[in-house]
């Protein structure tokens, strides 16, 4: 792997904290709370397709210890949601058009959704297994809506973000 890449992978995981940190900050307001988008998906969705195989489970995985840092969840479910939503997507990649913003855009929602729910019955589960009897908790439809809405709008300056082009760069022969 060569120096610059190394570095990319450094600066993607410190990007991914901060987005996670204001993600986590703008979610304990109490009316933009559930608005807040899932950090997660949306870099997910800007690097995923220009990603390899194995860079998009290594995306997965930072993805995955950088939320652990601010979330509730432990971390496996966080690293089976993003390894789901990148095999999902490269999945369908072979049958539809992905990457395309009309379809990219619900494709998050749905994902974001599932991440939710999944990450939803992973902390009711244990807290069962504690002894705990967890409330209902209302679906996360917003949280779905405005990752859609973030994919679609703002993954353009996503992808942008500064040092994260060696990532997207076509890997060279030989090295």
Request: proline residues 9%; hydrophobic residues 60%; glycine residues 10%.
């Amino acid at each position: 792997m060569r120096r610059g890449r190394k570095l990319a992978w450094v600066l993607f995981a410190l990007w991914a904290l901060w987005l996670f940190a204001l993600q986590g900050l703008c979610a304990g307001v109490p009316r933009i709370g559930p608005w807040v988008p899932e950090v997660g998906v949306v870099l997910l969705f800007a690097l995923d397709e220009k990603l390899g195989a194995g860079s998009r489970r290594a995306a997965a995985g930072v993805l995955a210890l950088a939320r652990l840092a601010f979330a509730a969840e432990p971390l496996l479910p966080l690293l089976a949601a993003y390894l789901g939503i990148a095999g999902t997507r490269a999945g369908l990649r072979g049958v539809v058009e992905v990457d395309r913003p009309p379809l990219r855009a619900p494709l998050a929602a749905v994902a974001a959704l599932a991440a939710g729910w999944f990450w939803i019955l992973c902390r009711r589960l244990e807290l069962f297994d504690a002894g705990v009897f967890a409330p209902t908790v209302a679906p996360p439809w917003r949280l779905a809506l405005s990752t859609g809405l973030c994919v679609l709008v703002v993954l353009p300056l996503v992808r942008r973000l500064p040092g994260l082009s060696p990532l997207t760069a076509i890997p060279e022969r030989g090295r």
